[in-house]
């Protein structure tokens, strides 16, 4: 029998490697400086409601509530190894971070829930309609005014780093990924119904090209 639920989709493939993630997207991805630039860029403030989809072990979770305490943060993965990480690691520093399972394709949420929805090197692991599916819940459970933050691959900007991105390619699939490495992602967000993204930054990592985008729902 396969380790791998038909709905969803593990972050690392194969659920032996999960143990793996944090050290793996830490030291080969630029993890610190990524997320707390994602954060930055946000402009929390007291009282409003965050997401962060596909938040994994939950550490962009942790430093968005460090970042602005009087948030109310939310993390949702479809994962269940996950987000027992997530849940065990909120225990230990008892941490306000509520996590929910589910599906980022059929977000749990009321419309218009949110101030600012997160989220960070999930999307390529969707296929091209679940990704499309869940860049419209994200509009869905926006509210007005309410801003998109995310951080992906985008398509590598060297020889090099088209190299390096095959590996990630072979792990989570070619048609998984194809609009990463095509620069789609700032056309879907549009798509979707959120307003023009700016493109904020890009990374060099060892595994290929990631881009941060900001876009705000009118």
Same mark, same amino acid.
């Given at each position: 029998?396969?380790?791998?639920?038909? !709905?969803?989709?593990?972050?690392?493939?194969?659920?032996?490697?999960?143990?793996?993630?944090?050290?793996?997207?830490?030291?080969?991805?630029?993890? #610190?400086? $990524?997320?707390?630039?994602?954060?930055? %860029?946000?402009?929390?403030?007291?009282?409003?409601?965050?997401?962060? $989809?596909?938040?994994?072990?939950?550490?962009?979770?942790?430093? @968005? %509530?460090?970042?602005?305490?009087? #948030?109310? @943060?939310?993390?949702? *993965?479809?994962?269940?190894?996950?987000?027992?990480?997530?849940?065990?690691?909120?225990?230990?520093?008892?941490?306000?971070?509520?996590?929910? %399972? +589910?599906?980022?394709?059929?977000?749990?949420?009321? *419309? +218009?829930?949110?101030?600012?929805?997160?989220?960070?090197?999930?999307?390529?692991?969707?296929?091209?309609?679940? &990704?499309?599916?869940?860049?419209? !819940? @994200?509009?869905? $459970?926006?509210?007005?005014? +309410?801003?998109?933050?995310?951080?992906?691959?985008? %398509?590598?900007?060297? &020889?090099?780093?088209?190299?390096?991105?095959? @590996?990630?390619?072979?792990?989570? +699939?070619?048609?998984?990924?194809?609009?990463?490495?095509?620069? &789609?992602?700032?056309?879907?967000?549009?798509?979707?119904?959120?307003?023009?993204?700016?493109?904020? #930054? &890009?990374?060099?990592?060892?595994?290929?090209?990631?881009?941060?985008?900001? #876009?705000?729902?009118?």
């Amino acid at each position: 029998m396969s380790d791998e639920r038909p !709905e969803f989709r593990r972050a690392l493939r194969f659920r032996f490697l999960t143990r793996f993630y944090d050290p793996l997207i830490r030291w080969g991805l630029r993890e #610190a400086r $990524v997320k707390r630039d994602l954060v930055g %860029q946000a402009e929390l403030h007291p009282g409003q409601s965050i997401l962060d $989809v596909g938040c994994g072990t939950g550490t962009l979770a942790f430093a @968005v %509530q460090a970042a602005c305490p009087e #948030a109310h @943060v939310v993390g949702l *993965d479809a994962d269940p190894d996950m987000l027992r990480i997530a849940t065990g690691k909120a225990a230990r520093a008892e941490s306000a971070v509520r996590f929910d %399972q +589910g599906l980022a394709t059929g977000l749990p949420y009321s *419309d +218009g829930s949110f101030d600012h929805i997160f989220s960070s090197l999930m999307l390529h692991h969707l296929t091209g309609e679940e &990704r499309r599916g869940t860049l419209r !819940e @994200v509009v869905r $459970v926006l509210r007005p005014g +309410g801003r998109f933050h995310l951080v992906d691959w985008c %398509q590598p900007h060297t &020889r090099l780093l088209s190299i390096a991105f095959l @590996v990630v390619r072979v792990l989570d +699939g070619f048609g998984r990924t194809e609009d990463s490495a095509r620069g &789609r992602l700032p056309a879907l967000i549009r798509d979707a119904g959120l307003g023009e993204p700016e493109h904020l #930054a &890009r990374y060099t990592t060892v595994g290929g090209t990631l881009c941060r985008y900001r #876009a705000t729902r009118s």
